[in-house]
């Protein structure tokens, strides 16, 4: 996951769009939440539900909204997770976990 920088720790949880993992930054010693967005269709780029969690959680701040804190595109060939098809990337959220976002 994202090269060396996040370790994956534990699964949260799995949705139909994708997974959420309990993650260490390495870089900053801090526990995230790991948001994998799996891309069933990668050459049509990133879909547009996606794009619109991206750009909310780029332009809100408020104290009841979590945090980005990170963002980046994983191409790993493979399949979706219950999928049909390969995939070939993963849309990733990197999200701070504390004792105000316990529910990620």
């Known amino acids: 996951m994202a090269g060396s920088r996040y ?12 997974e959420v993992h309990r ?13 994998r967005i799996f891309v069933r269709e990668p050459a049509e780029g990133l879909p ?5 969690e991206l ?9 009841n909204v979590v945090r980005l804190l990170d963002h980046f595109i994983e191409v790993r060939p493979g399949r979706v997770p219950g999928g049909e098809g390969p ?3 993963a849309g ?13």
Do not use: M, Y
């Not at 993650?23 to 948001?35: E, F, P």
């Not at 750009?55 to 104290?63: A, I, P, R, S, Y």
């Not at 990733?92 to 316990?102: A, R």
């Open 92 to 104: 990733s959220l990197v999200l701070p976990v504390g004792s105000s976002t316990t529910a990620v």
């Open 23 to 35: 993650a260490l930054d390495t870089l900053t010693g801090d526990t995230v939440a790991l948001k």
């Open 55 to 63: 750009t909310g959680l780029q332009l809100v701040q408020h104290e």
């Open 7 to 18: 370790r994956a720790q534990a699964s949260l949880g799995r949705g139909s769009f994708g």
């Open 48 to 52: 547009d539900n996606v794009l619109r």
């Open 87 to 89: 995939a070939c990337s």
